[in-house]
């Protein structure tokens, strides 16, 4: 008599449908000898079972005896660290020193290639397409040294591009496996899983589903509540069978707490209990986590990113107070995890990413974030071999130069934003610096984004600071004005080696060619995975919008480093967000948690501080944080008299004698 999880399993696999051509693809992979590919890449849009499609490979592994090793993406931050962390806790091994890059990344492959000496091994892992940041690292570091013994599977939304197809050797150990809608007779197996043997009843489903296998599941649950749901538009299918789901589902309490998951980027029991201020029995929770559409992951649950978006947006409208007491709560959970002294770097680093994208700031989430992606993009790494490639980008920018001007709109807010360059701001930051003396700074100083065409549509800059590039920097007329306000302490601070730089100087992002939300979002998940690098960040910019996104963000203005390099009607002022002396980043969290106001105590903060002017608030509430007028300077990026003089005011104005007494008064 088997046992739960035989069961498990079997009803399992009795609900996977088709696939027939993949499932002898992977079982001709891992057990025929003879076969050279062992890269199998599993590629297709939103909803359309990548994932389920892995379990079934690994329902096909378990039933052989092949051990098989699934990693998600989302579970680690994107670094080699992170990466190796979590592979050997997958692996059920002690890291010798999580502290060494080198030596975590030798352990992982020794423990993997002694697995493959006993036999074949397969390796997934999935939601590849955030794994931007390591591509390069996984090609050439890690898989070099695996066994070929070893099964690799990486699946995600978008084929591999890059150094996987232009070097015919790695090409060749790929098999591509793009996954399409189910035809009309996978919809009518599916169909009769759910009793409905009716043929008008299958070519109805197939035809508002066009085979979407996530919309296909969606339709079936509909449809068993007895409601006919009218005729869509493919566009249109996630956004209405979700609206009808919602409406016709028979547990209210289920609704609420789908509603409120939708707000977060990983959910578990106890943030919900925070947002409701309630307890949540585990059946409740249960019922949310088995719903078709939400996946598990190492750090708890998530919705599907198409669907959330489609329940949020409904939500907000429909329940705005409601919305906005779940929203703060979720905040104020978010804080309290990440300020957390219990938590290691790595969790902090993650729960960062989940913070940003609770509280954000909402010009720079219009520009940036959109996490409903419907065309596939990626990045490429500008070297001396594909150089004349970025260069004729440019060439193709300066001969189609026009103004750039672009409604945006804020995803939680859905507040307008209008994002407006002169066509000669453009060129001056294109014409101000040369390629080819940026690309010999850093691998990826310079990126292009890339479209499913092969297209180039974007291009990133980031300038690296270290001390081969700071003659560079010292000397362009965008860049040389925040290097002029250093002291020599400051500046010998960036005179390090290449391999670690103090900090990067944000030169351009640019998507005059593309600026459609999914374009926008590709450039946002590389910004934001330079927070976790550490350093000093600086950017420039003669738009206020722009200006303003960085500051609601924990960019400061540097002083006296404003320039006039776009134009005498231009002026642009540097801004900087400085992580080296910040590593737990405290400081940057704590001004984002104080942006979003919804603290009583910061009301009360803001009524004490009143009087002061806004350089003098700055250096009050660093006080509370920093050891020394010295350390309050060297943020600030000011002189120590400068900031005597200031904290000499504040006393006269706080009517307090000193800083302790300073500090009493603002933390009380």
């Known amino acids: 008599m088997g046992n739960f999880g035989d069961k498990i399993r079997l009803l399992e696999e009795s609900y996977f449908v088709g696939r ?357 993009y990626y990045f490429e790494s500008i070297n001396q071999d594909n150089l004349h490639e970025a260069e004729q980008y440019v060439r193709e920018v300066l001969a189609n130069l026009k103004d750039i001007v672009q409604e945006m709109f804020d995803p939680v807010t859905n507040e307008k934003y209008i994002y407006k360059i002169p066509k000669s701001v453009n060129e001056k930051w294109f014409t101000s610096i040369s390629l080819s003396d940026v690309i010999s700074l850093g691998k990826d100083a310079i990126r292009l984004l890339k479209n499913e065409k092969h297209e180039a549509v974007g291009m990133f800059i980031y300038i690296p600071v270290h001390r081969q590039s700071l003659g560079l920097l010292e000397l362009n007329p965008i860049t040389q004005s925040y290097f002029r306000t250093l002291s020599r302490h400051e500046r010998d601070k960036l005179n390090v080696s290449p391999e670690s730089p103090a900090g990067w100087f944000q030169y351009k992002i640019d998507f005059s060619k593309d600026g459609s939300a999914a374009a926008r979002f590709m450039f946002f998940q590389t910004y934001l995975s330079y927070y976790l690098k550490g350093g000093v960040m600086i950017y420039t910019t003669p738009m206020k919008y722009l200006q303003e996104a960085v500051k609601g963000i924990g960019y400061l203005e540097v002083p006296r480093a404003t320039h006039k390099a776009f134009g005498p009607d231009f002026p642009a002022p540097v801004m900087a967000l400085d992580f080296r002396e910040d590593k737990d980043l405290r400081k940057f969290v704590d001004n984002l948690y104080r942006s979003t106001k919804i603290d009583n105590k910061d009301e009360a903060l803001d009524a004490v501080l009143s009087g002061l002017t806004p350089r003098e608030r700055e250096i009050a509430l660093l006080v509370t944080s920093c050891s020394s007028n010295e350390e309050i300077a060297q943020k600030l990026y000011l002189s120590e008299i400068t900031v005597k003089k200031n904290l000499s005011r504040i006393y006269e104005k706080l009517e307090v004698k000193g800083k302790t007494e300073l500090i009493k008064k603002l933390l009380r």
Not at 59 to 88: A, M, N, Q, Y
Not at 141 to 169: N, T
Not at 172 to 196: Q, T
């Open 20 to 376: 027939r051509m993949e499932l002898d693809a992977f079982r001709d992979i891992v057990f025929n000898s003879d076969r050279t590919s062992t890269i199998l890449n599993i590629s297709g849009t939103g909803g359309i079972g990548k994932s389920s499609l892995l379990d079934q490979f690994q329902r096909i592994c378990v039933h052989e005896g092949v051990p098989f090793f699934h990693l998600d993406c989302v579970d680690f931050t994107k670094t080699p660290t992170g990466f190796t962390s979590r592979l050997l806790a997958i692996l059920k091994v002690k890291a010798v020193d999580e502290g060494r890059e080198d030596e975590l990344l030798r352990q992982a492959q020794q423990q993997l290639n002694h697995l493959a000496g006993k036999g074949r091994v397969v390796f997934a892992i999935d939601t590849y397409e955030e794994m931007d940041e390591l591509d390069d690292w996984i090609r050439n570091s890690f898989l070099v040294g695996l066994s070929s013994r070893i099964i690799i599977l990486l699946a995600g939304r978008f084929p591999l591009r890059g150094g996987w197809v232009s070097s015919p050797a790695w090409r060749s150990l790929i098999k591509f496996m793009p996954l399409s809608p189910f035809d009309f007779e996978n919809c009518k197996a599916y169909s009769f899983i759910y009793g409905k043997n009716d043929e008008s009843f299958v070519r109805q489903s197939y035809m508002i589903t066009k085979g979407h296998p996530l919309a296909l599941s969606l339709y079936m649950d509909v449809h068993n509540r007895e409601q006919e749901p009218e005729l869509l538009l493919w566009k249109e299918t996630f956004k209405e069978i979700a609206g009808r789901w919602l409406r016709e589902l028979p547990d209210p309490a289920l609704c609420e707490l789908l509603e409120a998951v939708t707000m977060v980027r990983v959910f578990n029991h106890e943030i919900l209990e925070t947002m409701f201020e309630r307890e949540i029995s585990n059946e409740e929770f249960n019922k949310l986590i088995h719903l078709s559409f939400v996946r598990k992951t190492e750090r708890g649950w998530y919705l599907h990113q198409v669907l959330r978006k489609a329940l949020y947006q409904d939500f907000r409208l429909r329940k705005p107070q409601i919305y906005h007491r779940l929203w703060q709560r979720s905040v104020q959970y978010h804080y309290s995890l990440i300020t957390s002294s219990h938590i290691s770097i790595e969790e902090r680093n993650l729960l960062l990413l989940d913070y940003i994208y609770v509280v954000g700031d909402p010009g720079f989430r219009a520009m940036f974030y959109d996490d409903a992606i419907d065309q596939s």
